[in-house]
């Protein structure tokens, strides 16, 4: 079956950049998509289709897409996007999550 | 804009029959634009697609919980609902529901190419005797 594999943590300082990848393979020729959760919250969408942000989404988040890696940025880290974040694809239309990243803002 | 909410037991019996229903509002689950999905979060752990269905009934399951799970549409009802089958403790999760929105071109969506968004609350379903 298809994996997705994410570091399981990542830490970032306020105002740096966070880069989450998620590894699969031929995953640059999926769509790939984006969750944000925070502790016991929903998730939701913060890219899909690779680099598309939702509507009230901060022009912080962007997303990428080649080869084997998909990457998430977070420009300017605030303490309010720490977070776990699980990219997504599809793979013979079976929808597959990556095991997630806890991004720590120290 | 459109909002999910779960309802159901939150608790089965192992070798029981889980039943939730999504109630949609905002929004119609008769749009040809979007698909109903079910997703779910064991405590501590990842997300899992469990499987979703088109506003014509067209459904696709994840292939680890097919022989087990059926998802349907009650469109007088504007909700859809997930019933999985002899539940062990391994189906203790966060069950949640979602819109589920297809990438469409020149007028063909793919399938396999689905964003979730929205979500809904989630509620925690505990299969233990």
């Known amino acids: 079956s298809y994996e997705l594999t994410q570091p399981p943590s990542v830490s970032v300082s306020p105002g740096q950049t966070a880069s989450i990848t998620c590894s699969g393979d031929k995953l640059g020729k999926k769509y790939s998509s984006w969750y944000q959760q925070k502790p016991g919250q929903s998730p939701i969408l913060v890219i899909y289709q690779d680099t598309k942000r939702p509507s009230g989404i901060s022009e912080r988040f962007s997303g990428s897409n080649s080869g084997n890696t998909a990457t998430l940025t977070i420009s300017g880290t605030q303490a309010m996007d720490e977070a776990d974040y699980y990219c997504q694809a599809w793979d013979s239309s079976t929808g597959v999550f990556g095991s997630g990243t806890k991004v720590t803002v120290l | 804009q459109v909002q999910l909410q779960e309802s159901g037991p939150g608790l089965v019996k192992p070798s029981e029959t889980l039943s939730l229903t999504c109630i949609v509002s905002?929004?119609?689950?008769?749009?040809?634009?979007?698909?109903w999905g079910w997703l779910r979060q064991p405590p501590g752990k990842g997300l899992e697609w469990i499987g979703y269905i088109s506003y014509s009934g067209y459904t696709r399951y994840n292939p680890s919980l097919k022989s087990r799970v059926t998802i349907s549409l009650d469109t007088s009802k504007n909700q859809f609902s997930l019933i999985l089958t002899s539940v062990t403790a391994a189906d203790t999760a966060v069950y949640y529901c979602a819109r589920a929105t297809p990438y469409c071109s020149g007028g063909n969506c793919y399938s396999g190419s689905h964003w979730f968004d929205p979500w809904g609350q989630g509620t925690l379903v505990t299969v233990s005797s």
């Open positions: 905002g929004g119609s689950i008769r749009s040809s634009s979007y698909y």
